[in-house]
């Protein structure tokens, strides 16, 4: 069985601009996930070269920045068994062109540039990333009373 683990989801400006923050999250609620920790954050260029470091080299990384100040970002930590993977696939492909219908980027977006969402891509970076957008008194623990609904073992 999948361990238990937690993951970082950015609802990024473009969804906040055109008002699918509620699809997103809700997207998420219909799944059965678990929230753990949501806030809205104003993301500043020395955070955001610290989560696309390896975008850092790309002719787009400037216009990546740029797209991620454009409003502040709402941030969630979801937890679960294997959610890692499982949030992946609700979002679907980097770009929204190759991502599979049913997902959220390929549902609701067209561009890789504007592609709505982040999601953690291994326990290696959800545990930084969790760090680098929220302290330990923000995460929340708790029983989620529909677990039992969503996994009868
Ligand atoms: P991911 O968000 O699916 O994990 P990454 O490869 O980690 O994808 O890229 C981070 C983000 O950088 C993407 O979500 C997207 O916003 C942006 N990005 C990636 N490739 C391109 C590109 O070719 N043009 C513009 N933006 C890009
Ligand atoms: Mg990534």
């Known amino acids: 069985m999948a361990d238990i683990q937690r993951t970082l ?3 990024k400006p473009d969804a906040l ?3 699918l923050v509620g699809e997103v999250l809700s997207r998420f609620e219909r799944k059965g996930l678990k929230m753990v920790a949501m806030k809205m ?14 975008q850092k080299e790309k002719p787009f990384f400037s216009s990546l920045v740029k797209y991620m100040r454009q409003t502040p970002v709402v941030a969630v930590v979801y937890e679960g068994l294997g959610v890692i993977n499982e949030v992946r696939k609700v979002v679907g492909a980097t770009n929204p062109r190759d991502a ?3 997902t959220i980027r390929a549902d ?3 561009d890789i540039g504007s ?3 982040h999601a953690s891509d291994s326990v290696e970076a959800s545990d930084v990333e969790i760090k680098r957008f929220f302290k ?9 009373l ?4 969503h996994f009868c073992w």
């Open 9 to 11: 989801v950015l609802i």
């Open 108 to 110: 609701l977006s067209m």
């Open 146 to 149: 529909t677990d039992r609904f």
């Open 100 to 102: 599979d219908a049913g």
């Open 115 to 117: 592609n709505m969402i």
């Open 136 to 144: 330990d008194d923000e995460l929340f623990t708790y029983e989620k």
């Open 17 to 19: 601009q055109r008002e």
């Open 41 to 54: 954050m104003h993301l500043n260029e020395e955070v955001l070269a610290d989560h696309y470091a390896h």
